[in-house]
């Protein structure tokens, strides 16, 4: 695990980037709330509303993340007032708070914006939990919302935009119907389902800390699309809430909630939060434990009860997003991986006909953003097939069959950022027998998609030394769609791995 996360590549640097400026972010809007004379509650309020804003707005361009940021507040401080309104009102308080993760998972219909704001107000309604708000303490930590959005707001699109082009957005769920047909509504209702089984017996365990066992369900939903996405994710949250506690004991207890030495600890674990996002949920609950744990201690109610408090109520939040996704609606694997892998499949042909036609002098072609958006789509098959691939998988041919899949479609991936290189060098000429090879590569695509048609037969190597650098990358192209079509097309009666 420890390979992963620090051998894991970083092309261009992009994830330390992404965790150093969320520290400096985070670090300003507090300072900001400091300065403006707000309260320890004012401060872990505005922190938490930049950390937010800065993890996830996710939108294709730049502007587009500016719009998402400014709409930020427009959500979190009717939410906010709604919480700090309710606070003594029970019911009303949780029936409102179900509502949220409802209405927050099912706008993620809407793509990244949908997304970003749903998260913003379940969490901003969950931080009123955190902090026990009331009404008397409203003006304060609206104020230290908006402060906070904007501070996070001029770090990330004044003082450091390393965003200058468009960046590709996490691609959306795969549409599948109408109603309780679309993924987006049965994960709606799956959710709000765990949640209030968290709700209940959460609050069974404690009355006070609740909220965590709610904040566990969530957070098991989100990027996730299938039943086995979110077992494995809740498993994941349980280990790396475990792990966060063990380090916690050696790390934060000893502190006793002493200003300095805290604030770094909390900075090292904003940074590892960012840092640790796209390649390990484990490692990201390990830092959130130790974030969440290190703000208890500031606020002075941190205690050996209260860890072991916290690792309950996540069990019991994982348990109900289990619950849920086993028993209502449930969202086949197997469908969702088979329209990941589809949707990457033809991203790869598209990838081929832009490189073609810059090599053949189109001035307009650029396949550079479809690279990007390949391996966007080619990280969420990996995030679909892990439950395939998991360690506890039993099934053996299912797991050897996925694993097929995976590393013939980075082949392919890497076959077209050599393509696409090829394409970028402006003295590369057009070779005759590149349209033949796209249109083969069309014809597999189609094949390994559509379900129809005859497999692409694989290429001959006799002369790779030989062939010009685009045509080389074209024949590794085909050769690993030929291969394809046998982990794809499993016997009757087993599942396919990519079947719809």
Known sequence: MLKRVFAAPDPGRARLRFASRAVLGIG??????????????????????????????????????????????????????????????????????????????????????????????????????FLHATTGQLPELSAALVLSVLTAAAVRFGLWCYERRSSPAAPPLPPDGTGLARVTTRQAVQATAGAGFALVVGQLVSGQRWYWAVGATWWVFV???????????????????????????????????????????????????????????????????????????LLGVLTPGLLSLRLGETAVGALGAWLAVLFVLPVSTHAVTGAWIQRALRCVHTCTAEAAARLAGATDADPAPRVAELEHLLGRVRLSVAPLVHPLNPMLGRKLRARQVLALLDDCAREIRGLVAVAADPVASHDARLAAACWRVEAAVEALTDGGGTPLTAPGTAHPAAEAPALAHLHGLERALAELAAPLRAPTGSPLVGAR
Do not use: K
């Open 28 to 129: 300003l809007a507090t300072a900001v709330c400091g300065l403006a004379g707000h309260s320890l509650h004012g401060a872990v309020t505005g922190g938490l509303a930049a950390l937010l804003a800065l993890f996830t707005v996710t939108d294709p361009t730049v502007r587009g993340q500016a719009v998402t940021t400014a709409l930020l507040p427009v959500v979190g401080v009717p939410v906010l007032g709604a919480a700090a309104a309710l606070h003594g009102v029970p019911v009303a308080r949780d029936l409102t708070f179900l509502a949220l993760v409802g209405a927050g998972v099912y706008a993620r219909r809407w793509g990244p914006r949908g997304h970003s704001l749903g998260v913003f107000a379940f969490m901003t309604f969950f931080v009123a939990q």
């Open 223 to 297: 990027n996730t699309a299938s039943r086995g996405e979110t077992l494995v994710r809740g498993f994941r949250r349980v280990l790396g809430t475990v792990l966060g506690i063990g380090l916690c004991a050696f790390l934060v207890a000893p502190l006793h909630g002493a200003v300095l030495p805290t604030a770094v600890l909390v900075a090292v674990s904003v940074f590892g939060i960012f840092y640790t996002a796209a390649v390990s949920y484990t490692w990201m609950m390990l830092w959130v434990t130790l974030l969440a744990t290190s703000l208890y201690g």
